[in-house]
């Protein structure tokens, strides 16, 4: 693995400086296990997006970057952890070829990547830990309404009482 600098983790000034993204797991009510993809914009603590599936491999990673930068834009970097999905050359190769630094945390240090872990603790403890899935498309529908609630109606302690998207409008 190669050698890592991260920063200390620090909020953003504006919208799309700084994105974090982590991987969650959970099962469906049968035992089937499936994972999530959650990427947060750190300005203003919008989650972006929370991509749900048996399988995300690198190249779905990637997809789903490219699915949030089209309507979004495009972040100056993105923080992970090390998992084989981020660290993989397709995504470095994806990173450089459109100018986005990945900033990678020190392995087994999760506080460095705070936001999106604050984050997974919300969506595990408001959605995941409440319901008893039966199929994916359940878990990206009630994910899908918790999302819109999360991001326009929830006010948010970090940023003011306001919610990210109060936020967002408000910079």
């Given at each position: 693995?190669?050698?890592?600098?991260?920063?200390?983790?620090?909020?953003?000034?504006?919208?799309?400086e700084?994105?974090?993204?982590d991987?969650?797991?959970?099962?469906l009510?049968?035992?089937?296990?499936?994972?999530?993809?959650?990427?947060?914009?750190?300005?203003?603590?919008?989650?972006?997006?929370?991509?749900?599936?048996?399988?995300?491999?690198?190249e779905?990673?990637?997809?789903?970057?490219?699915?949030i930068?089209?309507?979004?834009?495009?972040?100056k970097?993105i923080?992970?952890?090390?998992?084989?999905?981020?660290?993989?050359?397709a995504l470095?190769?994806?990173?450089?070829?459109?100018?986005?630094?990945?900033?990678?945390?020190?392995p087994?240090?999760?506080?460095?990547?705070?936001?999106?872990?604050?984050?997974?603790?919300?969506y595990?403890?408001?959605?995941?830990?409440?319901y008893?899935?039966?199929?994916?498309?359940?878990?990206?529908?009630?994910?899908d309404?918790?999302l819109?609630?999360?991001?326009?109606?929830?006010?948010h302690?970090?940023l003011?009482?306001?919610?990210?998207i109060?936020?967002?409008e408000?910079?």
């Open positions: 693995m190669p050698t890592r600098t991260p920063e200390p983790l620090s909020a953003p000034l504006q919208h799309n700084s994105w974090s993204m991987f969650m797991s959970d099962a009510s049968y035992g089937h296990r499936f994972r999530t993809l959650n990427v947060l914009d750190d300005f203003n603590r919008q989650a972006l997006a929370i991509e749900v599936d048996t399988s995300l491999t690198a779905r990673v990637i997809r789903t970057l490219n699915q930068i089209a309507w979004r834009g495009k972040p970097q923080r992970v952890d090390n998992g084989p999905e981020f660290t993989s050359t470095e190769t994806w990173a450089l070829e459109n100018n986005i630094k990945l900033e990678f945390i020190k087994g240090s999760p506080y460095q990547n705070g936001f999106v872990e604050r984050f997974n603790r919300s595990r403890e408001e959605v995941l830990d409440l008893l899935f039966e199929s994916l498309q359940e878990v990206r529908e009630i994910t309404e918790w819109n609630i999360y991001n326009y109606e929830r006010p302690d970090s003011g009482d306001m919610t990210p109060g936020y967002l408000a910079a």
